[in-house]
């Protein structure tokens, strides 16, 4: 028994660790593929992001439970593994210990206290799967929907087989005399009771079995994932640790807020140069060896786990969309496509099997019957961040997909052609809505204040305090002019000196960068960046979370810094100086009134401004505050961002009736809001609503700055 337990593990071993070396040669080989970028600065903090992300689980812990469990399995996989040496060792000698520490109780309680709660997450996360395994008509909302399943399974059965031999060992160790039941606190029971009465020999023999068939369940893994490099589930173990340590953000902050410029070798494009770019520079993504490195890092860490998809508007609504899904079909196309790319010559390009050529030809983007991604899934994202949010090896979903938009727009002209009116309205008129920029101050117009325009009524900036950055909206959109107005006048009840730019605001750009029109949006970000230089902005306030996201975190990349705040932000700490005050209202509309909040993404999940909007929906006298199920980092999308506001919504449900159902159903008489865009899905949804029944005539859509006002008018 034990000659043959040394050879077959021996051999098996031999195996395992030759095809794991080999095979992550390989990934390193096709990741190296990629673009170059660098993530290395601030190398303390990002090992210190690591540490925290690891050590405290804290993206895990975003789903409480489950997060608990995976540190048990995930350290266990850490902390047991001197058990394998052990192993190997009484394949030689059943009575064998690690020198120094085998018979040192705290190894052996940690090895113990280690075991049973690997062996109880383990089993708590299989029976969480099959809990929510895909089923009939609703499988597609499963998280698990797409994933393969077989691999998931593969791992955690191989995960509990360790773990009882682990047990079984221990038990046999007790009845060969290695320590009395404090050495053996939780495991001498069932030593004795499954092999209480062997002789010597047949403990000895038995420990030769199991520490064998312990080694086998090891390798088998290994060789199984070394003959499977897509398989993330298991090779997220290892790629998730430079995953995280070479994320966007080095302060642990999740990949959201700014986009990337393009980027070519490694530096931003100069746009003001344009005409010295090599005629093939790639302008976004084409070609799956365009995404940089961290790109196919990403690709490669996808564990499949669908936290993602469970989030996502777009897949939610029925759309072709899951981020999950994109990651694992970038993943398996470039694993698949790699040995062409990687062969030293046409002779070697030639020799390989059909099958990689017919990947190498496959188009990245387009028809879902040829090409990698599906065109109407790359175009259905809100680029609303739920995915990089949940993701727990902060994978960087909404930076490949707005890489893909750069390439089909700037490259291949191929775009949904409800974008053409965008582009025309932008380049044109420098608004969205194609409107004459001279109508830009017509909100002001009825005031019962003069609002400063510079230029006209300030020279600078200097003379007042705040540039309040109106927007397209807040200067277009009928129903966003009211909250312009809200605000202008809470600014001016405060006592707050600020001035706006009227017709010399253009679009910060946001529509067409999140559309893949870098040009448009670096035409236009050029435009504003030298008003504001010529102006002298620095503090700046914005009622448009997409284009509060875009002053505070992209117009650096111009080198121009602002301090820019949310007006939610600005309200409340003017109410909480006394600058404000909200009072009990007696006849007003919003006494006994229920108010919901829906967090627009480019506030919430993208700058993580939670707090002040519910602080002053909270402090509105007489009104009563609901929360809607999905809120905050877990809010759901109303459907505009990613230019999605431009485009038709053709296929599945809308994902504005979406959460508009969700905010009726709190029983809300208002649904508050802090974003132009947000405002106006929301309101349609409503509308709809109304029509067909399904929502009260009473209820109304508004920007969390109008309920204010009118709580402080009362005074
Ligand atoms: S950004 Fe939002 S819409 Fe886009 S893939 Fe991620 S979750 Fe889906
Ligand atoms: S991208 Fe992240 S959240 Fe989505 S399935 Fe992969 S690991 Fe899970």
Redesign the pocket.
């Known amino acids: 028994m034990q000659i043959l337990a040394i050879v077959v593990s021996l051999a098996v071993a031999a195996v395992g660790i030759a095809l794991f070396g080999k095979t992550i040669g390989h990934i390193v080989s096709v990741i190296k593929l990629g673009q170059p970028v660098s993530r290395t600065d601030k190398p303390g903090q990002r090992s210190a992001t690591l540490a925290k992300e690891t050590l405290g689980h804290t993206r895990m812990l975003q789903w409480s439970h489950i997060g608990v469990l995976h540190w048990f399995v995930a350290f266990g996989f850490i902390g047991l593994f001197l058990t394998l040496v052990t192993a190997f060792g009484q394949l030689f000698n059943a009575h064998y210990a690690l020198p120094i520490i085998g018979h040192w109780f705290v190894f052996e309680w940690a090895t113990e206290f280690l075991t049973w709660t690997g062996l109880v997450s383990i089993v708590g996360l299989i029976v969480i799967r099959l809990l929510n395994l895909p089923k009939g008509h609703l499988a597609r909302y499963s998280r698990f929907f797409g ?1 393969r399943a077989w691999q998931a399974y593969y791992v955690e059965y191989t995960i509990l087989g360790v773990l009882v031999c682990i047990l079984l060992l221990r038990g046999l160790e007790y009845e060969l005399g290695a320590g009395s039941k404090f050495h053996f606190p939780t495991t001498f029971f069932f030593g004795t009771a499954l092999f209480g009465g062997l002789s010597e020999q047949a403990l000895e023999n038995t420990v030769y079995l199991v520490a064998m068939i312990k080694i086998l369940i090891s390798f088998a893994w290994m060789i199984t994932i070394s003959l499977n490099a897509t398989m ?1 589930v298991a090779w ?1 173990r290892f790629t998730a640790w430079p995953n995280i340590w070479f994320k966007r953000k080095a302060d642990g902050g999740t990949s959201l807020g700014a986009l990337q410029p393009i980027m070519i070798k490694g530096e931003p494009i100069d746009f003001e140069n344009i005409e010295e770019l090599d005629e093939d520079a790639a302008l976004g993504v084409g070609k799956v060896e365009d995404f940089t490195w961290k790109g196919l890092l ?1 690709f490669t ?9 469970s989030q996502c508007p777009a897949w939610n609504t029925d759309k072709p969309l899951s ?2 899904l994109i ?2 079909n970038l993943r398996e196309h470039a694993y698949a496509k790699a040995p062409y790319l990687l062969a030293s010559s046409d002779d070697e390009r030639q020799s390989l099997p059909d099958l990689v050529k017919a990947e190498q030809e496959r188009p990245l983007v387009g028809s879902p019957d040829v090409a990698v991604i599906d065109e109407e899934a790359l175009w259905a994202c809100t680029s609303c961040g739920a ?1 990089v949010q ?4 902060d ?1 960087e ?1 909404v930076d490949a997909i707005m890489d893909m938009r750069r390439y089909q727009v700037l490259i291949e002209s191929s775009f949904p052609s409800e974008l053409n009116g965008l582009f025309k309205g932008l380049e044109n008129k420098g608004n969205p809505w194609n409107m004459n920029p001279s109508g830009r101050m017509d909100w002001a117009k009825g005031l019962p204040f003069e609002v400063k325009q510079v230029g006209t009524d300030v020279e600078t900036l200097a003379e007042v305090e705040y540039l309040f950055w109106v927007g397209c909206a807040g200067a277009f959109e009928d129903r966003a002019k009211k909250t312009t107005q809200a605000v202008a006048e809470l600014l001016n009840i405060a006592g707050v000196s600020f001035a706006v730019l009227g017709d010399g605001e253009t679009c910060t750009g946001d529509p067409a960068r999140r559309a893949g029109n870098e040009f448009v949006f670096q035409q236009l970000a050029m435009q504003n960046a030298e008003v504001f230089k010529e102006t002298g902005a620095k503090k700046v306030v914005s009622t448009c979370a997409h284009c509060f996201n875009t002053l505070k975190n992209e117009y650096s990349q111009l080198g121009v810094e602002l301090d820019v705040i949310h007006h939610t932000q600005l309200l409340n700490r003017l109410v909480r100086e006394g600058k404000l005050t909200p009072v009990a209202p007696t006849d007003s509309a919003l006494n006994g009134q229920k108010i919901t909040y829906h967090d627009p993404c480019y506030l919430g999940r993208h700058n993580q401004v939670y707090d002040a909007p519910r602080e002053l929906l909270d402090i509105i006298p007489g009104a009563e505050f609901a929360e809607m199920p999905r809120n905050q980092t877990k809010s759901f999308c109303c459907g505009a961002g990613g230019a999605r506001m431009w485009m038709e919504e053709k296929v599945g449900t809308r994902i504005n009736l979406n959460r508009t159902t969700e905010a009726v159903e709190t029983g809300a008489d208002k649904i508050a809001t802090g974003c132009p865009f947000c405002r106006v899905m929301l309101s349609d949804g409503l509308t709809a609503k109304q029509a067909d029944g399904s929502a009260r005539e009473e209820v109304e859509v508004a920007d969390v700055a109008q309920l204010l006002l009118a709580s402080v008018k009362r005074g």
């Open positions: 994933s993330g997220h990403d860490t996808c564990t499949e786990c669908g936290r993602c998809q981020p999950k990651m694992m995915c949940q993701c727990p090896v994978i979903h």
